[in-house]
């Protein structure tokens, strides 16, 4: 298998429950992949509707699409 740079851009997410009291959220995005690497997004505070306008980067061995791995974005507080 070889090594393939993937790219993935995180723009926004739109009326995510709140988590806090407050009513709003202390929203970050953590991405899996499949070399087990934490990559997460920075803290967008007191929000339901976070703006990231990220773009990530990070390998995953495959060598073709079809046998890639899937890339799961989750979000926390």
């Given at each position: 298998?070889?090594a393939?740079?993937v790219?993935?851009f995180?723009?926004?997410c739109?009326?995510l429950p709140?988590?806090?009291?407050?009513?709003t959220?202390?929203i970050?995005?953590k991405?899996?992949?499949?070399?087990?690497?934490?990559?997460?997004?920075?803290?967008?505070?007191?929000?339901t509707?976070?703006?990231?306008?990220?773009?990530?980067?990070?390998?995953?061995?495959f060598?073709?699409?079809?046998?890639?791995?899937?890339?799961?974005i989750e979000?926390y507080d």
């Amino acid at each position: 298998m070889n090594a393939q740079k993937v790219r993935i851009f995180l723009f926004q997410c739109k009326d995510l429950p709140a988590a806090d009291e407050t009513g709003t959220s202390d929203i970050f995005l953590k991405v899996w992949n499949s070399d087990a690497n934490e990559i997460k997004t920075h803290v967008v505070e007191e929000n339901t509707s976070p703006i990231f306008m990220k773009a990530l980067e990070f390998f995953i061995d495959f060598d073709d699409l079809d046998d890639a791995p899937p890339i799961i974005i989750e979000a926390y507080d």
